[in-house]
């Protein structure tokens, strides 16, 4: 027969908490993305000397953009891939074209590392095509990885299904 309220409530709070926990996995692994792409991003620039100059001159912005990236999907796990992938675009084209902006408060903060790793330093065309090379790369991986894991991108959420409404 049907199936009483209270049932239902308690399925809904099961699944709530099973999403719960799956979306801290999700966030824990988009974390330790983060952290992969600063590692290789500040390596890439501590060792240019030692790497191959196409490596040394562009994979340290690429990599900050995959960090972007990363770090947008650690926040929107239930989103959709395309939500980051077009918000880490946008960022990352809207701190590079904040370069052409000189004034002395922001080029003080620019003379800092933090804020230099961060900020830029000066607007280059080619940190665009770098940033969406990276972008692109995170993405393609992303999505690669969630097709083998078997995951959707998009969840439906049981309190969103009108069936129990």
Known sequence: MGRTR???DVDRKTNRNTGVKSRWKARAVYLAAVLVAILLGLGSRTFSSWLPEFVANHFGDALWACMIY???RMLWVDRRLSVALWGSLLFCFAIEFSQMYQAPWINSIRATTLGGLVLGKGFLTADL????V?????WALDQGCQRLAGITTRTTHIDDDESFK
Request: proline residues 0%.
């Open 70 to 72: 990363f770090g947008l």
């Open 6 to 8: 209270k049932s239902v």
């Open 129 to 132: 095509i770098r940033y969406t």
């Open 134 to 138: 990276g972008i692109a790369v995170s």
